[in-house]
């Protein structure tokens, strides 16, 4: 059975850290561009970072850029996103994703193009 599992959100003050996982089962994560998205309620879905499979090259929403880094661990079977210096509009439900890489992975995360989703895991920003 395909599954991925999101773990690590949580409620963190303005200014500090977490560290979502994001492990796989049945499928190795390896041959799949992976990436994280969030919704806030009455907003819409957005590709925060994605990853490629095949050369490495990453996406980062403006939103994120030089605050959130997206890794792998091939050993582990597991994607990682770290956020530092959060922001209470960071707030969100917080979804990783696997899919095929049939485009670049910016379009990919732009358009949402992943075939497999975790459930997610909440993360709340607030003082």
């Known amino acids: 059975q395909v599954q991925l599992v999101e773990s690590g959100g949580g409620l963190v003050q303005p200014g500090g850290s977490l560290r979502l996982s994001c492990a796989a089962s049945?499928?190795?994560?390896?041959?799949?561009?992976i990436g994280w998205f969030r919704q806030a309620p009455g907003k819409e879905r957005e590709g925060v970072p994605c990853i490629s499979s095949s050369d490495g090259s990453t996406y980062y929403a403006d939103s994120v850029k030089g605050r959130f880094t997206i890794s792998r661990d091939y050993a582990k079977n597991t994607v990682y996103l770290q956020m530092n210096s959060l922001k209470p509009e960071d707030t969100a439900v917080y979804y990783c994703?696997?899919?095929?890489?049939?485009?670049?992975?910016?379009?990919?995360?732009?358009?949402?193009?992943?075939?497999?989703w975790g459930q997610g895991t909440q993360v709340t920003v607030s003082s």
């Open positions: 049945g499928f190795t994560l390896d041959y799949y561009a």
């Open positions: 994703a696997a899919g095929h890489e049939g485009r670049t992975v910016q379009a990919m995360c732009v358009m949402g193009d992943f075939g497999s």
